[in-house]
């Protein structure tokens, strides 16, 4: 992997043939976008351009996105809108969601939001209040929460983590040297690393034992031996489930691609993972944080956990 400082190419290099996907759609994925308009309601999917949205909304799956699309950070590699909300929010969401969640007869669902900096929670409130309702209206339903980092603040860590999730994830992103070239200055290696320590062992003060998962961006300038102490890192934390992913960038003003990894190499990230004591590793070049083949493997985990 590249060594080399960030830069800003003029081009970007040409995409290979591993990364060159046939969009498609069909019934269920017109009925899943008319239905989250009809709502307000919006998903990651859309608005970080995710390469998998046609066929996981075609199966009939998304990740809800919560809190707006408006995002209070800049980070240089995503894809959804920055600004400032302005203190915002819309009181009838978490319930708008969990309805629409029960309609769509999931029985695993993903909850992310953008970044509230601009609220007193950071809105973590909002985020804990729909995942409950989730619960009450589908009974049995596995609820995976990717949140933002709450700034480090442990009261924000403490309502997720007492809230009825069964996988607390949250992203680092990149690997440590890269971070601040990467995420949002309010964003860091350290903090990531700290909350997702605080989830599971604040979740285990409610008796519960939870799941929690990060996921790693590739392409970006890291090198083999970074990737390998985040990863050592994130289990240290006691992070179980990882995915790893290629980096794709949304326009020319994102951060630009360092490099591409092929899908072989993906695979042998995924060997080497579970190798070092992750529970799963998801792991190729168009493989997101919310990815359907991780939730089905996470699924047979928890079911397991709860008949044993």
């Known amino acids: 992997m590249s060594t080399g400082p960030i830069t800003m190419p003029s081009q970007r290099p040409p995409k290979p043939e591993w990364l060159k996907i046939k969009l498609t759609r ?7 976008t008319s239905a989250l308009r009809k709502r307000n309601l919006y998903t990651v999917c859309e608005e970080a351009n995710c390469p998998n949205i046609h ?17 209070t950070r800049g980070c240089r590699f995503c894809a959804v809108t920055s600004g400032n909300p302005g203190g915002a929010i819309d009181l009838e969401e978490p319930e708008n969601t969990a309805r629409m969640i029960s309609e769509m007869g999931l029985s ?5 939001s953008v970044d509230r900096d601009d609220l007193a929670d950071q809105g973590a409130g909002h985020f804990a209040l729909t995942a409950e309702l989730t619960k009450r209206y589908t009974p049995g339903i596995l609820v995976e929460t990717l949140t933002p980092d709450w700034r480090g603040n442990q009261a924000c ?3 997720m983590a007492e809230a009825p999730v069964d996988v607390l994830a949250h992203n680092i992103e990149t690997v440590e040297r890269l971070q601040a070239s990467v995420r949002d200055p309010r964003a860091g290696y350290q903090q990531s690393l700290k909350v997702l320590r605080l989830y599971r062992e604040l979740a285990a003060e409610t008796g519960r034992r939870v799941l929690t998962k990060s996921s790693i961006m590739l392409g970006v300038g890291e090198t083999e031996d970074e ?26 003003k994102h951060l630009s691609i360092q490099e591409y990894i092929p899908p072989e190499r993906f695979d042998a990230w995924a060997r080497e993972g579970e190798a070092m004591g992750f529970a799963y590793v998801a792991a190729g070049p168009l493989v997101r944080s919310s990815y359907k083949a991780g939730e089905y493997y996470i699924r047979h985990m928890l079911t397991e956990q709860a008949t044993a």
């Open 55 to 71: 066929e996981c909304w075609s199966g009939g799956t998304a990740t809800f996105m919560i809190l707006g699309d408006i995002c």
């Open 227 to 252: 990737v390998r102490q985040c990863m050592q890192d994130l289990l240290d934390q006691g992070v179980s489930v990882l995915t790893l992913g290629q980096y794709l960038q949304p326009t020319r």
């Open 108 to 112: 695993y669902i993903v909850i992310t």
């Open 26 to 32: 069909n019934e269920s994925f017109g009925r899943i």
């Open 157 to 159: 860590v403490r309502t």
